[in-house]
């Protein structure tokens, strides 16, 4: 299938395929839910995270906020949606500089993923624990395919520049060896490992809370 003008009057006089229409929507999900759960995952470091502070109690700091995001969605109606806008530049958003705002806007877009995020039976009918825990494993693939999407981005650029550009090997580093790649590599490895070493505390909070 193919949308003109007709189907989407933004496009004006451009043509969409559905092929293009499903990559980029794939595309925002992936973007849209890596920033919410990196809310989460940042949030249940602080929480949980550390040994004086693994316990079922400091959880419930994350799952008030979370219900805060679900509640001021629920209170948003129609009418606010025809106003909305966004600043020029990133760094005039307000929660750019505010991690507070900032961490609950991230719950509020949590809470609209989270069906996709975590599935619709984990959500419905498991304790928000094993909700945690599903959102946490969602991160940890979308965090693996992160940091090899960066090094395919990099490895195709060379592949491309090798024979457009005259001497692009010499002034450019393999991929590699790129310091974007390697620190997106480093980082995805430290966040995988962080994790699950999470998911394992929620495991045996869950465990404890059952007893």
């Known amino acids: 299938a193919i949308f003109t003008e007709e189907d989407i009057p933004q496009l004006g006089k451009n043509y969409l395929t559905a092929r293009g229409l499903n990559v980029g929507i794939n595309a925002y999900t992936t973007v849209i839910q890596r920033y919410a759960l990196g809310g989460l995952f940042r949030l249940l470091q602080e929480s949980i995270g550390k040994p004086h502070s693994c316990d079922s109690s400091s959880l419930k700091t994350v799952q008030n906020l979370f219900h805060q995001g679900v509640a001021s969605w629920d209170k948003v109606s129609k009418k606010h949606w025809s106003g909305v806008s966004w600043p020029l530049l990133p760094w005039e958003e307000e929660s750019h500089n505010d991690p507070v705002n ?36 969602t991160f940890i693939i979308l965090e693996t395919s992160h940091a090899k999407q960066v090094l395919k981005s990099k490895q195709r650029d060379d592949k491309r520049g090798k024979v457009t550009v005259p001497g692009y090997v010499a002034a450019h580093v393999k991929a590699e060896d790129d310091p974007v790649v390697r ?23 869950e465990n404890r809370s059952r007893l």
């Open 183 to 205: 620190f997106a590599q480093s980082r995805s490895f430290e966040v995988v490992a962080e994790c699950y070493k999470l998911i394992e505390t929620l495991s045996s909070l």
């Open 102 to 137: 900032l961490l609950k806007h991230q719950m509020r877009v949590l809470a609209l993923e989270i069906f996709s995020v975590a599935g619709p039976d984990n959500t419905s009918s498991g304790s928000f624990m094993q909700v945690c825990v599903k959102c946490l494993k």
